[in-house]
């Protein structure tokens, strides 16, 4: 197996070593700050010990939470993951029950509760309508007329596949950060526009020469497991798109053939053919011959 100088970021032991330990604080607040509101600046955070959030180990491996106080001294939670495909909106609204209930105090409570804000990072682009696709999606809750009902709970999704600006179009420091999550992989030096010290730390933390035999052997294992699984959904999509072919020339067939009745009916119209003749002839409905003399 060919290893890429800098870790691949959307492998389980990439993400958490990039952003999951004590060592990399400075990382995950840079890079948070980028996304969170003005009020919302992270000053302090704490890692939550992440294992009770689900019962599978492989969950566990992508997803965090993460105790913040802001610059003003307020408190919220973020709760960090790699997002999966399948079902990942549902998962997304599954995980983001945990920091929430987990507020929940005994005896005599009000119910009031921390700001709670839910980042996922995605390695694939989800199934929507090209033109309504979007880097980022920032979502809370609104009511009928777009009024934000409920402003302690908010989703941001980064859809990284569709993040195509190149270095020279790089215009603040959240879209540095961008590029360097989408390329790290492919990186060989520190590109220029990112030689600056929070960038620098993350490609020294991601490194892979400088793992332990343990790591390494981790990080190995990691990339498997994500080979393995992007290939299986790699195939399922080419085999929906082949589907989808067939099933555009089945349609594109039959609508060929009707076209072509049509025309066959309208020139027998014009003969002075009777409808039931016509539409023994061309197969079609009577009313769609009528609707030809019009």
């Not at 599978?56 to 307020?74: L, M, N, P, Q, Y």
């Not at 020469?209 to 959904?233: H, V």
Request: charged share 35%; net charge negative.
């Amino acid at each position: 197996m060919t290893v890429s100088k800098y870790v691949n970021p959307y492998t389980d032991f990439g993400f958490k070593k990039l952003f999951g330990e004590e060592a990399c604080k400075d990382l995950l607040i840079d890079f948070l700050n980028q996304l969170l509101p003005d009020n919302h600046q992270i000053k302090e955070l704490s890692f939550k010990n992440p294992e009770n959030v689900s019962d599978s180990v492989e969950e566990r491996k992508a997803v965090f939470d993460i105790f913040c106080e802001s610059t003003t001294g307020e408190k919220f939670i973020v709760e960090m993951q790699k997002a999966k495909m399948q079902f990942f909106k549902d998962r997304s609204l599954f995980y983001s029950t945990f920091p929430i209930k987990e507020q929940a105090k005994k005896g005599v409570w009000d119910f009031k509760l921390l700001p709670v804000y839910l980042i996922a990072i995605l390695d694939f682009k989800y199934d929507e309508r090209e033109d309504a696709r979007k880097f980022r999606r920032d979502v809370c809750l609104k009511d009928q007329d777009g009024d934000v009902f409920y402003d302690k709970l908010h989703f941001k999704f980064l859809q990284m596949p569709l993040f195509d600006k190149q270095e020279h179009e790089l215009a603040c420091h959240f879209e540095k950060w961008a590029y360097f999550l989408k390329h790290l992989e492919d990186f060989e030096h520190i590109p220029s526009i990112l030689n600056e010290p929070i960038f620098q730390h993350g490609f020294e933390v991601a490194e892979v020469a400088k793992f332990t035999s343990e790591q390494y052997d981790a990080y190995l294992k990691s990339i498997a497991e994500y080979s393995e699984a992007k290939a299986t959904l790699d195939t399922a999509f080419l085999d929906g798109e082949k589907q989808g072919l067939e099933k555009g020339k089945a349609e594109g067939k039959i609508e060929g053939e009707k076209a072509k009745a049509i025309d066959v009916a309208k020139t027998m119209l014009t003969k002075g053919f009777d409808v039931d003749t016509i539409a023994e002839i061309t197969q079609l409905q009577a009313t769609e011959i009528e609707a030809l003399k019009e």
